[in-house]
């Protein structure tokens, strides 16, 4: 998996050796009468600061073969890449040793530093040797290749070689890869060969993987005819789809290559940067030091003809290839949930915790290289909300067998409130009755039973609005207090300002089913500090809840999952928003827990339906694919 990638690019003053000066003039010069070695200085001082600071031709213009001098710098530059060069003279000019010197040349020393990608900062000492301008005016570099470095020799370069570190994977708790290896296919079109490009474009739009053939059209007409043309990288499963169409069309090219991608829930492990390999986004991107692991790399003299290494100035170990991430995520489990909301097609997402421990053992979202929906999404929960209201009124003395009524509305500071359908229950309905039906003007007809904060204290004990430490991005829900009559009755039927993900709403159906809000978790060896709830409910409210929610699936509008193996127990939920034409439309939810497994999970899908006809029935198949 390793790959070596040549980079060049540091600075490296040659040996300067200087002339012998008359006898006189070194006198003269050692007894600090003269100036010319402190005008050597300056001279070498305006090649070198040309030189670090990347003006490779300007640096070339101040030696005596700028020819010469650009063409290994440039050289140089290309091989080593270096993200910094100092180059700085350490002292005047003095007089050389060694032979052949030109008459008053000056040999001054400098230091070189160059910091290199995956191996820091590599430094040396070096010196030019400087010869007097014909008209005494100045002083100019007397170029060789030993300018660059002492080492190096005509016809020889520098060279930053490296060997990248195998990454980790990215694993599931059963040790299965969530992201590791893959083959891909790099799809190109050759424009001398493109015989028939409208079959070419009509296969490529085909693949339906957001290829803009305008775009692409544009492109190759500019091209030159034999210059490849990059159209798409596929994954192996859908290049293998459409491969007999694509072969039959001249003018495509295709080529093998293995990358490390996600195997599974996409949007949360995250992908890499195609250019450095480097994680972009989501797990790969938090864990991206973890694993990457260690590069080894080497600076060497190089042969500029055939490219061959001659001698290494510098070594570095490595090598050592990344460490695993590890995840809570059950793989069997996540793969139902992905298999569920595919066969569907509909955006939205699947969660899935474990109530004994918090651990997330599903999260999956659709479109399968889409939004992190599951974790991150920002969602009004609807009347799944409606199992922190219940529990609010159940602490504050209501039982489920008091009745509260569900009228056909109820009008707030001049807002109508309804039900979906526009349904009413009567006057004589329960609280059991109001909940298993989800009735929302039960809720808020009986507004005064609520002070304004007494929706964000009941949500305390679900860990609600909390900072968790998950080991990956979330979003933990927010139920601010409410500021007016008309706010609090929205939040009590889960909208207004009230939101969740799906992750928060599977940890309400998990706080129920074990009756401790346990913060859900996904990568435990990141986890430092989980958040704790600041409250607790008390044992009747939550064996409340529990009969409700059982009730609800066996009597009520979560009838979807009814028969269900595993005694299941729900809460649907439709919750309003306006699109981006400003059209109102719907979210679907079902959150609920099995009584007979350790799991809970909520399900949502977006733009449209309700949780009982829309989101129930895809987490029936969810749960029973289990």
């Known amino acids: 998996m390793g790959r070596n990638r040549a980079r060049l690019g540091a600075l490296v003053g040659g040996v300067a050796v200087v002339v ?97 990608e995956g191996m820091g900062e590599w430094g040396y000492e070096s010196s030019a040797l400087m010869v007097p301008d014909e008209g005494g005016d100045g002083w100019t570099v007397r170029w060789s290749s030993a ?80 210059q490849a043309v ?15 169409a694509l072969g039959a069309v001249a003018g ?43 590069s080894s790399g080497a600076v060497v003299i190089a042969d500029r003809a055939s490219g061959e290494a001659v001698e290494t100035l510098h070594e570095q170990g490595g090598g050592e290839p990344g460490t695993p991430v590890t995840t809570t995520i059950d793989a069997d489990m996540q793969r139902a949930a992905e298999e569920a909301l595919a066969d569907l097609g509909r955006d939205g997402s699947i969660v899935a915790v474990q109530p004994s421990t918090g651990d997330i053992l599903a999260a999956a979202d659709w479109p399968a290289d889409g939004f992190n929906r599951s974790l991150q999404g920002q969602l009004a929960p609807g009347s799944t909300f409606k199992v922190v209201t219940t529990a609010a009124l159940l602490e504050g003395g209501t039982g489920p067998g008091d009745v509260i009524g569900c009228p056909q509305y109820a009008t707030v500071e001049g807002q109508r409130f309804e039900n979906q359908g526009e349904f009413e229950l009567g006057p004589d309905t329960t609280l059991r009755e109001a909940f298993t039906e989800s009735c929302n003007t039960a809720f808020i007809d009986n507004l005064d039973r609520f002070e304004n904060d007494t929706l964000p204290t009941t949500a305390e004990a679900f860990g609600i609005g909390a900072a968790w430490d998950v080991g990956a991005v979330t979003f933990d829900g927010a139920v601010p207090p409410a500021r007016s009559p008309n706010q609090l009755a929205a939040s009590l039927i889960g909208q207004a300002e009230v939101q969740a993900s799906p992750l928060v709403m599977a940890s309400v159906a998990a706080t129920v089913a074990d009756g401790t809000f346990r913060q859900p978790v996904l990568v435990p060896d990141a986890v430092e500090e989980r958040h704790e709830a600041g ?54 939810w079902m959150i609920g827990y099995l009584g ?24 029936a198949d969810f749960l029973r694919a289990l």
């Open 596 to 619: 007979d497994s350790d799991l809970a999970f909520a399900v949502v899908l977006e733009d449209g339906g309700s949780g009982g006809s829309d989101a129930g029935p895809l987490a």
């Open 535 to 588: 409250r607790a409910l008390s044992e009747g409210t939550l064996d409340a809840l529990r009969d409700l929610m059982r009730e609800t699936v066996t009597d009520g509008s979560a009838s979807a999952i009814d028969g269900v193996p595993g005694t299941p127990h729900g809460k649907t939920g439709t919750a309003e928003f306006s699109d981006e034409e400003g059209e109102l439309s719907t979210n679907a």
């Open 230 to 244: 990059p159209v798409v990288t596929l994954r192996d499963e859908a290049y293998q789809e459409h491969a007999e």
């Open 252 to 294: 495509l090219q295709f080529a093998d290559a293995v990358r490390p991608l996600a195997h599974a829930a996409r949007p949360l492990v995250g992908g890499l940067d195609a250019a450095t390999g480097a994680g972009a986004s989501g797990l790969q991107e938090r864990y991206d030091e973890q694993l990457t692991g260690a």
């Open 147 to 226: 300018v660059a470095h002492p080492a190096l020799a005509e016809g020889q370069t520098l060279v930053l070689t490296l060997e990248d570190a195998e990454r980790a994977p990215i694993l599931a708790a059963g040790g299965e890869e969530l992201a590791g290896p893959a083959t891909v296919w790099d799809i190109t079109i050759w424009p001398a060969q493109l015989s028939a490009p409208d079959a070419a474009y009509d296969a490529l739009d085909d693949l339906d993987a957001g290829i803009d053939i305008d775009a692409l059209r544009q492109r190759v007409d500019e091209a030159d005819p034999d």
């Open 20 to 116: 012998a000066l008359a006898v006189i003039a070194v006198l003269v010069l050692r007894g600090g009468g003269d100036d010319s070695g402190d005008e050597a200085r300056a001279g070498a001082d305006a090649f070198l600061d040309a030189w670090a600071g990347g003006d490779i031709e300007g640096a070339a213009g101040h030696t005596d073969d700028p020819e010469a001098a650009l063409s290994l710098l440039d050289s140089i530059q290309q091989n080593m890449r270096p993200e910094a060069v100092d180059l700085r003279s350490t002292g005047p000019g003095e007089e050389p040793e060694g032979d052949d010197i030109p008459e008053g040349a000056l040999s001054v020393p400098f230091d070189a530093t160059l910091t290199l």
